[in-house]
């Protein structure tokens, strides 16, 4: 079964340092996004960034960035230069294929401070 | 170009009554998805809806619970009978297309309380 690890509840960066927020998957599918989403106290998921499975390459938005290690099963998001409205809930999510639609599976998230 | 939208933001019932969800989905997006959140964990899947089918309801309570997204109009969760575990956010989310490349784009969630 295809599961999504979030294992830091919480987390704290002080503004303008780096933080990298962790996530682990298992699945036996060979073809899959994975996307990292922020949910701020007004409640909206936004976002932040996604990754193929296909690619090598890890992606990277502006200040956000992942380490994608396929081997490992690991997807972490690296937040640079934090900035005080980087503080919410951070969300890994995995998408696959299931009889011939796609379905999202959210860790539980982490939640992000930023000390000023 | 309007995101999701949701309504209500929130919305309060006593146990027994119904309750009413409604989302838009972003202009163009034909795809929509109902999640539940409850405080402090993640997104949990409830059912995948193209217009006028229901794709996926695996994640849907056998009971109680049902979901439409007419022709026209916005998407409906409906929950018969609420029962106090059902306060939770319920966020709908939508997309162009089922493929595996296009994102959700989710809307600001509808908190609903049971009293």
Same mark, same amino acid.
């Given at each position: 079964a295809q599961t999504v690890t979030q294992s830091q509840p919480e987390m704290s960066v002080q503004e303008a340092e780096t933080v990298t927020l962790s996530c682990t998957y298992d699945t036996s599918e060979s073809d899959y996004y994975l996307f990292w989403y922020k949910q701020p106290p007004s409640r909206q998921m936004i976002l932040v960034i996604r990754q193929e499975a296909y690619k090598q390459q890890n992606a990277t938005e502006n200040r956000f960035s992942v380490n994608f290690q396929k081997a490992a099963k690991s997807f972490s998001l690296k937040i640079s #230069?934090?900035?005080?409205? #980087?503080?919410a809930m951070y969300f890994c999510a995995y998408r696959f294929s299931t009889s011939g639609t796609y379905k999202y599976i959210f860790g539980t998230g982490t939640r992000l401070k930023v000390l000023a | 170009n309007a995101g999701v939208m949701q309504n209500p933001r929130h919305l309060v019932r006593r146990r027994g009554q119904e309750a009413r969800l409604r989302c838009s989905p972003m202009k163009g997006h034909s795809h929509v998805y109902w999640y539940r959140q409850l405080p402090e964990e993640g997104l949990k899947f409830m059912v995948y809806l193209q217009k006028e089918n229901i794709?996926?309801?695996? +994640?849907?309570?056998?009971?109680?619970f049902s979901a439409e997204f007419p022709k026209e109009g916005p998407s409906i969760l409906r929950i018969q009978? %609420? %029962?106090? /575990?059902?306060s939770a956010a319920y966020f709908c989310a939508s997309s162009r297309? +089922? /493929?595996?490349?296009s994102p959700l784009h989710f809307g600001n969630g509808t908190r609903l309380t049971v009293t």
């Open positions: #230069d934090s900035q005080l409205g #980087d503080a | 794709i996926d309801e695996s +994640g849907m309570p056998k009971e109680r009978q %609420v %029962v106090r /575990g059902d297309s +089922g /493929g595996r490349e």
